[in-house]
């Protein structure tokens, strides 16, 4: 994990360096001209006046001490403000992911139990046509949809989760669907699949012959193993929901970091747009590494270090 | 052999004819289109649908004929993910091979540098490349492209590791088969099946990529028309003019369920194990 995260690093800092023009000319574009010794004094504060390996230490030392540098528009430091609107984007994300589980594993399991030709197909349709549905399209025409409705939609007046949670679980509940779909339908078609595949096995048969009732044969024998290869799918979709929600909270006027992301993309303030990079990156590797973890919970048969080469 | 299991199943299929009527569809919008996309009318704003007007799906806020904006649209979007793909692919598979082939040190620095690609989510990845090269069309190639790269690179890899100590690997070796020869006259033949599926199911993501970022106003830039800067343009007016919303998100959701079906129907008709995949 640890070298992942320093191989992210060195990406988002050499991408930012790719930007044509540096970060102090773009500061400067709005002020006076400086005397020379001024240039040497702001060279200094925007870190422009050594080599660029060199930069790369430093700002890597910075960042380890949660120092993540200063917003170009508001001069304010970069981490408080991405901390601030966190809560809000990793609630979507988990409640996203809560729906896509509720709402997967059951039609995945209702799928495998009942197979028939025509049944197959539909199902196979609807899990496509979730896959298929853009997030920003499906919360727009909600937005439409539930324009009229109060309480549905936030749109600037968004309460948090502190404050009144019922009512902010309301306002998000509409967010967290329309970034939760798409995985709903990977889970449902992962559901399937590996529940039809448990079911082939012998030992089901065996359950069914001990004369089990159908009920317990499903949910305590089959989905108990099942589960496995779904929850590791959830865990690695994880990511794709934390970018989802960037593209849903600005469509419903959510005021998280993915908001913050894209006013700091539109005026190009690039301390911002590396922070909330990293920041969801490093999210992201934790994310793949907890999934790891609970597999292992999960199946007694998995122990980490045997998986080690 | 192959064609005849194609024509018999029906997701493939199903899918198939989406996607020809979408490159029918560029083929058509080449020589004719209702209307002009992209020159303003202040006379027909937001006009609803109506075949008397001649404006099918009726017109957007700047008095535009949507069915010919979507039209035109339709190549941006898709050849935007062609060429996405492709440089995906491309890249992304020749990494895979020569880490899967070579092993050792190159292929743990190879799939290093894949599972840092790896470690940003899609969307946010190509996001933070648009932010660093501006809003370009080809530029949107390149955000989307570099997504696919690991992915590419794991695939090919994976599939390589599996057949590179076949016997007619180590046969074409004795023979005296360079490396290069081996590698792609005798091993990247058989590793086309899960490429070729890939390559369907990346399409379908990279049209959703691309009307992503075009929505966002970071990818295909107006007055130009895509279907994702068409609905982002939408988003002011789409309570009194609901079309407007509409018909350009069916062309989406449309295009890229076709390139789903075609690659899970695919991935039935080459290669039954792998029906599991995803």
């Known amino acids: 994990m640890i070298p992942v995260l320093f191989g992210v690093s060195i990406v988002v800092f050499f991408l930012v360096r790719l930007i044509p023009g540096s970060a102090l000319e773009m500061y400067m574009g709005t002020q ?5 010794q001024q240039m040497e004094e702001l060279k200094r504060i925007f870190g422009e006046d050594k080599p660029v390996p060199v930069l790369y230490v430093e700002w890597l030392g910075r960042l380890v001490r949660g120092d993540f540098g200063y917003s170009l528009r508001t001069g304010r430091p970069v981490l408080p403000d991405i901390l601030a609107r966190f809560p809000l984007s990793l609630e979507l994300t988990l409640f996203a992911l809560f729906l896509a589980l509720l709402l997967g594993i059951p039609q995945g399991i209702f799928a495998s139990i009942k197979k028939n030709p025509v ?3 539909i199902n196979r349709i609807i899990g496509l046509l979730g896959l298929s549905l853009p997030q920003f399209w499906l919360a ?4 439409l949809a539930f324009a009229n409705s109060r309480g549905w939609i936030a749109m600037g007046n968004y309460v948090k989760f502190t404050v009144d949670p019922l009512k902010n679980l309301q306002m998000l509940f509409l967010p967290s669907l329309a970034i939760g779909v798409g995985l709903a339908a990977v889970i449902m078609r992962y559901t399937r699949n590996s529940m039809l595949e448990v079911l082939q096995m012998d030992y089901i048969r065996t359950a069914k012959a001990k004369g089990l009732k159908r009920r317990v044969v499903i949910f305590r024998h089959a989905l108990k193993n099942a589960i496995l290869p779904v929850i590791t799918v959830a865990g690695f979709n994880t990511g794709y929901l934390l970018g989802g929600a960037i593209v849903i909270e600005e469509v419903f006027a959510l005021p998280g970091m993915g908001r913050l992301a894209l006013y700091a993309i539109y005026q190009r303030d690039y301390p911002v747009i590396q922070g909330i990079v990293l920041v969801i990156a490093a999210l992201f ?11 292992a919970l999960v199946d007694p048969r998995i122990r980490l270090d045997e998986g080690r080469k | 052999m192959a064609t005849n299991r194609l024509t018999r199943n029906g997701i493939a299929m199903t899918g198939l004819v989406i996607v020809a009527f979408y490159l029918a569809i560029i083929v058509v919008s080449l020589f004719w289109l209702p209307f002009d996309p ?3 009318d202040t006379q027909h704003l937001l006009e609803a649908p109506s075949l008397a007007t001649g404006h099918v799906f009726g017109t957007d806020e700047f008095g535009r004929d949507i069915l010919s904006r979507i039209m035109k649209g339709c190549s941006v979007s898709l050849i935007i993910s062609i060429f996405a793909t492709a440089l995906g692919a491309v890249f992304g598979t020749f990494m895979g091979i020569w880490a899967g082939y070579l092993g050792g040190r190159w292929d743990h620095w190879i799939m290093r540098v894949a599972d840092v690609l790896f470690s940003f989510p899609s969307l946010l990845l190509a996001i933070f490349v648009m932010s660093i090269l501006g809003e370009k069309t080809f530029n949107v190639v390149f955000a989307i492209g570099i997504v696919y790269i690991p992915q590419f690179a794991r695939i090919s890899r994976g599939a390589i590791l599996t057949i590179k100590s076949n016997e007619f690997v180590r046969a074409a070796r004795s023979n005296g088969a360079s490396s290069s020869f081996i590698l792609f006259r005798h091993l990247l033949p058989n590793i086309l099946v899960p490429l070729i599926v890939q390559v369907s199911l990346s399409l379908s993501v990279a049209v959703l990529l691309e009307s992503s970022l075009s929505f966002l106003g ?5 007055p130009a028309p895509s279907w994702g800067n068409m609905l982002s343009g939408a988003r002011k007016v789409m309570v009194i003019a609901p079309w407007t919303a509409i018909y350009p998100g069916f062309a989406i959701v449309l295009l890229v369920l076709g390139f789903n079906l075609l690659g899970d129907g695919l991935r039935d008709i080459l290669d039954p194990r792998l029906r599991n995949v995803r």
């Open chain 2, 218 to 222: 970071l990818g295909v830039q107006p």
């Open chain 1, 285 to 295: 590797v934790l994310v793949n590494l907890v999934t790891d973890l609970i597999y």
């Open chain 1, 32 to 36: 006076v001209e400086a005397t020379p």
């Open chain 1, 140 to 143: 727009s025409l909600m937005v």
């Open chain 1, 119 to 121: 049944g197959d197909v």
């Open chain 2, 38 to 40: 992209v020159t303003m």
